[in-house]
């Protein structure tokens, strides 16, 4: 059987709203698990071990899965992660690497360390397609992809909208460079960007195209996933980030309800798993 499997962000519950209220770890897990996902994304960037460790007790008891985001800055680093991730019993490692050489060519050993080292200890990693980080830009990760056919993504496509500052329509050429990348994704990632902004706001009338083409993007994920996979969880994790993400006001304000947003990104996601055929 398959799996759809929605996780939420740490990262966006700190605040989860436009009030800028920190929610304690409890309440987080709390309203994670009362909204119905299916686990939580703890984001080793944006906080740290600790923090990882105080809301582990909270997701157990709510029947949350970890799902650990790493940002090593020493390749040998990744391993301390690996471990704990294992112990927490997290599905992957989703690696937004800080090592990043200039060149391609010192990439590559770089991506290969990280994976000889996740199957050495059995716990798989995705990379991220993130920014400033290893797979920053697009052309570049396709390029890593072919010189690495083991490297699997975790698909967050709103980065390449910025990097490429693609426009609408999208070329054909643009489309398939893109659809390389989803190729090569075992999860996927839900945030809405334009060509100069990563988070746009969804219900905006003039963000509709931007919403139609992410639709577009995450169906024909869900799609090569499903071709590729007969059994097993498909991850999508709803990454709605804090200010400065999303669009403000003149003062710092979010001008939309980021906690909703997610919500509605969800629903979408569920939506078209399925139409796709479902399966549990």
């Given amino acids: 059987m398959r799996r759809l499997q929605v996780f939420q962000s740490l990262w966006a519950m700190q605040p989860h709203d436009a009030s800028g209220q920190a929610l304690p770890l409890d309440r987080v897990a709390g309203m994670v698990a009362e909204a119905g996902y299916a686990g939580l994304a703890i984001d080793l960037g944006a906080s740290d071990v600790a923090v990882a460790h105080a809301i582990r007790p909270h997701l157990q008891r709510e029947g949350l899965l970890p799902l650990i985001v790493a940002f090593p800055r020493a390749v040998k680093s990744l391993r301390d992660t690996l471990l704990m991730a294992q112990d927490f019993g997290a599905p992957f490692v989703n690696v937004v690497g800080q090592v990043f050489p200039l060149t391609v060519a010192g990439a590559i050993p770089v991506v290969r360390e990280w994976i000889e080292m996740s199957e050495r ?54 489309r398939g460079l893109l659809t390389r990348c989803l190729a090569r994704s075992d999860s996927f990632q839900g945030r809405v960007s334009g060509r100069q902004q990563i988070q746009l706001q969804i219900n905006f009338p003039q963000h509709a195209p931007w ?36 669009m403000t006001d003149a003062d710092g304000r979010e001008m939309s309800n980021r906690w909703d947003e997610a919500l509605q990104i969800r629903a979408m996601a569920k939506d078209i798993w399925n139409r796709l055929g479902g399966d549990g």
């Fill in 121 to 174: 200890i059995g716990m798989p990693v995705q990379f991220e397609t993130h920014r400033n980080c290893i797979t920053n830009d697009l052309f570049a990760t396709l390029s890593l992809l072919d010189a690495v056919p083991e490297m699997r993504l975790a698909a967050d496509l709103s980065h390449y909208l910025v990097d490429r500052e693609f426009k609408l329509p999208l070329q054909s050429w643009e």
């Fill in 211 to 246: 919403v139609a083409l992410f639709r577009s993007l995450w169906e024909e994920g869900f799609a090569s996933w499903r071709n590729r996979n007969d059994t097993g969880d498909m991850v999508f994790l709803c990454e709605l980030g804090p200010p400065e993400y999303a």
